[in-house]
């Protein structure tokens, strides 16, 4: 039985080489304004032409098939995700208990797009840790630590 095709079927383009994933990086990391994570009207604008700066650049370079700004955005959407699962579960690996082998290495490829992404996925020490221990350092000062009652 087949099934009547639909007149509206966009052909597929071919996968990224890693060398052009390595150019989006490259690309997105020289622009700054898509490093910004506040969302107004100004910036909203500055982004989408920063995207459209990178994707003309990405095509210039003729690496593969002519790509969109949409499919640009996707690729690095899809680096960042990418590179974040494979940080976490090397994390996660570190953190287990038990003999075993060392844990694998984060890729080289995710390596570069942590580097550019390096403020969303950094992971800040919290003073409010229920099993932080105060260090020696702070104790001589004479701060005043959140678990130390006056």
């Known amino acids: 039985m087949e099934f009547p095709s639909t007149s509206c079927e966009v052909p597929r383009i071919s996968p990224m080489s890693v060398a052009e994933r390595d150019l989006i990086v490259e690309l997105v990391q020289e622009e700054k304004v898509l490093h910004i994570r506040k969302m107004d009207r100004r910036l909203i604008a500055e982004k989408q032409k920063a995207w459209a700066r990178v994707t003309e650049k990405y095509n210039t370079y003729g690496l593969g098939p002519k790509r969109t700004v949409a499919q640009v955005k996707t690729a690095w959407e899809r680096l960042k995700i990418k590179a974040k699962h494979d ?23 995710s390596l570069k797009v942590l580097d550019v992404i390096s403020e969303e996925t950094a992971i800040p020490d919290c003073l409010f840790d229920s099993d932080a221990m105060p260090c020696k350092c702070c104790l001589y000062r004479g701060d005043v630590l ?3 009652v006056s």
């Open 87 to 109: 940080q976490a579960t090397r994390r996660r690996e570190c953190l287990k208990t038990g003999g075993g082998p060392p844990p694998a290495d984060v890729p080289d490829d």
């Open 146 to 148: 959140p678990w130390k």
